[in-house]
């Protein structure tokens, strides 16, 4: 599997699906295809939903699952670093190990921890990235399974992304919380994920 075309491609689909990124639909299926078709076929949900729903719709459900709903938020540190000044840090970690890589993000209205970004990063610097992943693999899989338990066309991208990274997805989520406390020792292990501390900074840059 060519994890780069992986990482490019979920970055798209999991940013807000404006006319350009509905636009890509068919050279993200085209690119999968060629360079990895495992995960074109859990792709593919999404790009038919995509193909058969009108925008307006698309747009409205992706805020209703991702900005609306903290179960399925996509900043990764939210599902790890609940104490604000401790995520303060690692979001400015983050914006350090991003400029050192040479990846600007001025201009993109988002924290350096959404997933979008972190997997742009990935496919900028493929080993710093990957390692950046799976630093935070229990999130990616904690939001995976909350999409699947929603039915959200969403969850095969989510899932593609872990599949890029080594060892099992865990099968549940009491396997990955414990996948969170097995991993770097962190000020709030052993939050809830739904913990209202853990509720992420406002987004911006939404349409």
Avoid at 7 to 33: E, F, T
């Amino acid at each position: 599997m060519n994890a780069r075309v992986v990482h490019q491609a979920a970055s798209l689909c999991l940013s807000y699906p404006d006319d350009a990124v509905l636009g890509s639909a068919a050279m993200i299926d085209a690119a999968l295809r060629e360079a990895a078709p495992q995960a074109a076929a859990s792709f593919a949900p999404l790009l038919h939903w995509w193909a058969s729903t009108p925008p307006d719709e698309v747009q409205a459900a992706y805020v209703d699952t991702f900005d609306m709903s903290r179960r399925h938020a996509l900043y990764l540190s939210y599902w790890t670093d609940g104490d604000t000044r401790r995520r303060g840090a690692v979001l400015a970690d983050l914006k350090r190990r991003y400029r050192e890589a040479g990846l600007a993000l001025e201009g993109t209205g988002e924290l350096p921890d959404f997933l979008p970004l972190v997997l742009e990063f990935a496919r900028h610097s493929p080993r710093e990235g990957s390692a950046l992943l799976q630093e935070y693999r229990p999130s990616l899989e904690l939001i995976r399974l909350a999409l699947g338990e929603r039915g959200s066309p969403y969850t095969g991208v989510v899932a593609a992304v872990c599949d890029t990274l080594p060892g099992r997805s865990p099968a549940d989520r009491q396997q990955a919380m414990a996948m969170a406390a097995a991993g770097p020792p962190r000020e709030s292990v052993g939050l809830d994920p739904h913990d209202p501390r853990l509720l992420p900074l406002e987004p911006v840059g939404r349409h």
